[in-house]
């Protein structure tokens, strides 16, 4: 069973547009400092904004791969405990019904 938690989870969904408004704005800032011309700032400012937008997919992606990979180990410990939880339970059921019935394990079915 694989759990998608995909770009159904708000704080994962966000992660490519603050890349992308992040570097591109440090791009666009440096670049016009540098008094670079407009035609030539615009295809960097374009450029970076594609690059950025490429990079921040491919975070969010592993970044989500990574979070559904913790999910499937948090289920898999939370169906272990219910196991064995339930184990416990039904051997101290088990004990509990030899101990009224006299049939101590071990003992000469004897009750003093």
Same mark, same amino acid.
Request: proline share 4%; net charge negative; hydrophobic share 50%.
């Given at each position: 069973? !694989? #759990?998608?938690?995909?770009?159904?989870?708000? !704080? =994962?969904?966000?992660? =490519?547009?603050?890349?992308?408004?992040?570097? =591109?704005? $440090?791009?666009?800032?440096? =670049?016009? #400092?540098?008094?670079?011309?407009?035609?030539?700032?615009? $295809?960097?400012?374009?450029? &970076?904004?594609?690059?950025?937008?490429?990079?921040?997919?491919?975070?969010? !992606?592993?970044?989500?791969?990574?979070?559904? $990979?913790?999910?499937? !180990?948090?289920?898999?410990?939370?169906?272990?405990?219910?196991?064995?939880?339930?184990?416990?339970?039904?051997?101290?059921?088990?004990?509990? &019904?030899?101990?009224?019935?006299?049939?101590?394990?071990?003992?000469?079915?004897?009750?003093?």
């Amino acid at each position: 069973m !694989k #759990l998608e938690i995909g770009n159904s989870a708000p !704080k =994962t969904k966000l992660i =490519t547009p603050f890349v992308t408004l992040a570097g =591109t704005a $440090v791009i666009s800032i440096v =670049t016009f #400092l540098r008094h670079f011309p407009f035609g030539e700032w615009i $295809v960097v400012v374009f450029g &970076s904004v594609v690059l950025f937008l490429i990079l921040g997919y491919i975070l969010e !992606k592993v970044i989500v791969h990574f979070m559904n $990979v913790n999910f499937a !180990k948090e289920e898999e410990e939370r169906r272990l405990a219910e196991e064995e939880a339930a184990r416990a339970a039904e051997e101290a059921a088990e004990n509990a &019904s030899m101990e009224n019935n006299g049939d101590i394990p071990g003992g000469n079915g004897m009750q003093m």
